[in-house]
C-alpha cells in the first residue's frame, strides 16, 4: 500500500510540477479528443470487406 | 488509376509522411540525450545535467505532438483498406498488437520516470529510465516495420480459402525475416541521423547567435559522433537492403534505376546519362558480374535470376493468376452444394496459387510502379544523406582543429542539414512504398484489391480533415520548439 501510495505522490508531484509540460498535456488531450471521439467514431467506421464474395 | 484508389493512397501516403516527421527525430534524439545524461552519471559534471535537460524538453515536445499520430493510419486500413484488412489482418495485425501492449507502455512508464524522477530517484535509476524511453521507441519501431516488412516481403503464412484470409504459421519467420532485419536496422539507424542532425543545427544556430558556446560545442561533438555510428550502419543496412530486394522485389530495383533491360553488367546511374559500369549488379548480387532484371525482362520476357531461379514473365504470371482467381470463384460457388465440385476447384485454385494475386492485374504493364517519382527519390535520398554525413564529418574534424566555433559556413551548412536530413527520410519511404507498387503485400494483392467500397467523396473528407489536423499539430510543434530554443539559457 504505502509502495503505492508513493507511486501515486510520484506522479501527483511531477504533474503539480509541471511547466512548460502543461501546454504538451493540453495538446495530446485535444489530440486524442479529437482521433477518437470525432475521428474514429465519425469519419473512420470500419467498412465491411468484400474480397470473400 | 480510378479515383477511390487515387485518393486512399494519397490519403495513406499523407499520414505516413506526416507520422515518419516526428518518429525519426524521436528515435535519435533519444539516443543522444541518453548518451548525455550517461556522460553526466560517469562524470558527475552537473554540465552534462543541464545539457541532458535540455535536450530532454525537445524530446519530448516532439513525443508529445507527434504520439498517437500513427494511429490514423491504422484507423485507414479498417476504412479505406477493409478488403487488406480482411485479408491479411490475422497476420497484419500481430505485430500492431505487440506495439500497441508492449513497446508503447514500456515508453510511457519509463518517459515517466524520464520527466517527474529528477531529484526523486538515484542518477542511475533515472538514467536507465531515460535510455528504457529509448529502447521502448524502438522496440515501438521495431514491431511497426516487421508488419511493413512482411508486406513486402510475406512469409510464415498459408491462404485458407475457405476464409479468404491468410493465417499466420511461423510468427519468428515473420518476426525475424530478413527483410524486417534489415528495414529495422536501415529505417532506425536513418533516426539516429535525424536526431543528430537535429541537435548540429540547434547548436550550430546558437554559434551563429553566440550564445549557449559551450553546451553547443559539445553537444554537436557528442551527436556528430552519434550521426556519423547511425550513417555507417544505414549505409550497410542499405547495401543489405539492396541485396534483398533484388531479390524480392526486383520490380522496384529496376524502377529505382530506370533499368528497362536487364544486363549481367549492369550500371548504376548516377543521373541520367552518368553511369558507374558494373556498380548496379555489384550492389544487387555483391558481383560485379551478377544478373539484374531490367522492367521488359519482370514484364514480358521472364528471366534466369542470378539465383539461377527461372522467373516467369509478368503477362504469365497474370495468366496463372487468372486461373487461380477463376478457380477460387469457382470453389467458392461450389463449396456448399457440390463438395466434389468444390473439391476439383480447390485443387485447380492450389495448383495456380503461386500468382493468385496477379490475377486481379488488368495487363503487365501495371507492375511497374511510377519510374520517375523512384528513381529521382532514390537519388535524392543518396544526396541529402551524403550531405548530411559530410556535415558530421566536418562537425568532427572542426572540433579536432578547435575551429568549431568559428566557422560560420559550417554552421550554416548544418542549418541546411536539417531540412535535408527529413527529405532523406520522405524520400527514403517514397522509395519503399512506391517502388513496391502496385502491391499491397508483394505478389499477393494489389492494391486495387485491397480497396474497401467507399464513395470517393467519403475519403477525400476524411484526407482534408486529417491534412487540416495534421498541419496543426506540426505548426504547434514547430512554435513550441522554437520558442523552448530561443528562450534557453544554458
Redesign the interface.
Known sequence: MNLLRRIFYFYLDGFRQMTWGRQLWIIILIKLFVMFAILRLFFFQPVAPTIAQ | MNELLFLSRFQFALTACYHWLFVPLTLGLGIVMSVMETLYVRSGDDFWKRTAQFWQ?LF??NF??G??TG??LE??F???W??Y???VGDIFGAPLAIEGILAFFMESTFI?LM???WG?ISRKAHCTSTWLTVIGATISAWWILVANSWMQNPVGMEFNPA??RNEMLDFFAVAFSHTAIIKFAHTVLSGWMTGAAFVVAVSSWYLLRGRNLEMAKRSIKVAAIVGLIGSLGCMGAGDASGVDIARTQPMKLAAAEGLQKGSCEAPFSIVPGVEIPHMLSFLATHDFNGFVPGIEDITRLGYTSHQSEEVLSGEAKIAEGRLALEAFKRY?QLRQSDPEGAAQALADFNAHKAYFGYGYLENADALVPNVPIVYWSFRIMIAMGSFVVLIFLLALWLDYKKRLESSRLFHYGALLALPCVYLAGQCGWIVAEVGRQPWAIQGLLPVN?GL???APTNVL??TL??AV?FTA?LA?EIR?MTR?IKDHQA
Do not use: D, H, P
Open positions: 524538453k519530448g515536445i508529445a505532438v504520439v498517437a494511429i490514423i484507423f485507414e479498417g476504412t479505406n477493409s478488403n484488412s480482411w485479408f515517466a520527466f517527474f524522477g526523486k476464409t479468404v467458392r484489391a474497401s467500397s467507399l473528407a476524411t480533415i486529417f489536423i499539430l504547434a513550441i523552448a
